[in-house]
C-alpha cells in the first residue's frame, strides 16, 4: 500500500515539474485529396492568408505542394488565468522560456505595469513560428508578413532580443511570437424555429444589396492583400499585377492607395525596374507629399529610389 502510494506522489511531482505549455493541445491534420495549404489554414483558423503560419511551423518549402496523407501540424496560442505567485516574468520563462521575454507578454497583453496583475487575470500566450530570414527582409517586412502591421516589428525585436532591428542575416533563425491563432470549433448549426405566418401580415422588405461601389471597394482591397502577400513571397510578376488591378478595381481610402503605390514601387525596385518604380513613388508622393520611408522597415535600394523622386520634384 505504501510502495502504491509514493508511485502515485512521485506520479504526481512529475507531472507538476512538465511545463503547462506541454499540456496544451496539439492538433495534427492528414491532408486529404484535393486540399490544399490555404484550405487548411481558412479550416481552422478561419483565413486562407493564414497558411504561411503552417507553411513556415511545418518547414514546408513549397506550400503548393502538399501530399495526400502528409501531416500537418496545426499550431495554436492559448489563454492563461494568472495564479498566486505569478509574475510576468515567471510566465515568460515558463511559456516563452525566458524571463527576459515579460516585455512581450506586455506588449501582446497591453499591460502597462508588470506589478500591476491579478489573480484570475486572463493573459494570451502567442504561438511559437520559427522563421528563416531571406535576403533583402527587414523586421517590419516580416511583421508585415505575419501581422499585417509594420509597427509590430518590435514585438519580433522583443521577443528575439534583437537590438539593431536593422542589423538581420540572411538565414538568420527567429521566432515570431503570434498570439490570435485560435482553432475555430465546429459549432453544430442551431435549430431554426419554424413560426407560421399569419395571413394578415405584410411580408418584409427585402435587404437592400450594399453599394455597388462598396462591393468593388472590398473586391479591391482583397485583389490588394494578395498582390503585396506575393511581393513578400517573391512572386513579384503576381504582384505586380494584383496590386495594379486593385488599384483600377478602386480602394476606399486614400490610406489603401497609399499603400497600393508604395508596394508596387518597392515591387518594381526589387525587379531592378527603377523608372516605374519611380513613377509609382510619384503616385504615392501625390497622396501624400509628406511621405517618408523609414530604413526600418524598408531597404536601403528602395529608400534610394524613394531619395531621388523626391529630390526631382
Do not use: W
Not at 20 to 36: C, D
Amino acid at each position: 500500500m505504501r510502495y502504491c502510494l509514493k508511485l502515485i506522489t512521485a506520479g504526481i511531482i512529475l507531472l507538476m515539474l512538465i511545463p503547462f505549455s506541454a499540456f496544451t493541445a496539439v492538433i495534427t491534420h492528414t491532408v486529404k485529396e484535393g486540399e490544399s495549404l490555404t484550405g487548411i489554414a481558412k479550416k481552422y483558423y478561419g483565413s486562407d492568408d493564414r497558411y504561411i503560419i503552417l507553411a513556415e511551423y511545418n518547414s514546408l518549402p513549397h506550400p503548393k505542394k502538399i501530399d495526400v496523407g502528409q501531416k500537418i501540424t496545426i499550431p495554436r496560442s492559448f489563454k492563461y488565468k494568472i495564479k498566486k505567485g505569478d509574475s510576468v516574468a515567471l510566465i515568460a520563462k515558463r511559456f516563452l522560456d525566458n524571463k527576459d521575454r515579460y516585455t512581450v507578454l506586455m506588449e501582446i497583453n497591453e499591460i502597462k505595469d508588470p506589478k500591476n496583475i491579478s489573480i484570475d487575470q486572463i493573459i494570451k500566450i502567442p504561438a511559437k513560428i520559427p522563421y528563416t530570414v531571406k535576403k533583402g527582409e527587414t523586421l517590419a517586412i516580416i511583421s508585415e508578413r505575419f501581422y499585417g502591421d509594420i509597427k509590430k516589428y518590435t514585438l519580433i525585436a522583443s521577443y528575439n532580443f534583437i537590438s539593431d532591428p536593422k542589423a538581420l542575416e540572411p538565414g538568420q533563425r527567429l521566432i515570431i511570437p503570434v498570439s490570435d491563432l485560435e482553432i475555430i470549433e465546429d459549432k453544430k448549426p442551431k435549430e431554426k424555429k419554424v413560426v407560421e405566418a399569419k395571413k394578415d401580415l405584410t411580408a418584409k422588405t427585402p435587404e437592400k444589396a450594399p453599394p455597388k461601389t462598396e462591393v468593388v471597394s472590398a473586391e479591391g482591397q482583397k485583389i490588394l492583400k494578395k498582390g503585396i502577400d506575393n511581393y513578400f513571397k517573391g512572386g513579384y510578376d503576381e504582384a505586380i499585377s494584383e496590386i495594379n488591378m486593385a488599384i483600377e478595381k478602386g480602394l476606399p481610402q486614400n490610406e489603401d492607395m497609399l499603400k497600393a503605390y508604395r508596394f508596387l514601387a518597392y515591387t518594381h525596385v526589387a525587379r531592378d525596374e527603377k523608372d516605374e518604380a519611380k513613377k509609382a513613388f510619384t503616385k504615392a508622393l501625390a497622396i501624400d507629399p509628406k511621405m517618408e520611408l523609414d530604413p526600418v522597415y524598408v531597404s536601403p535600394k528602395i529608400i534610394e529610389v524613394f531619395n531621388e523622386v523626391k529630390v526631382e520634384q
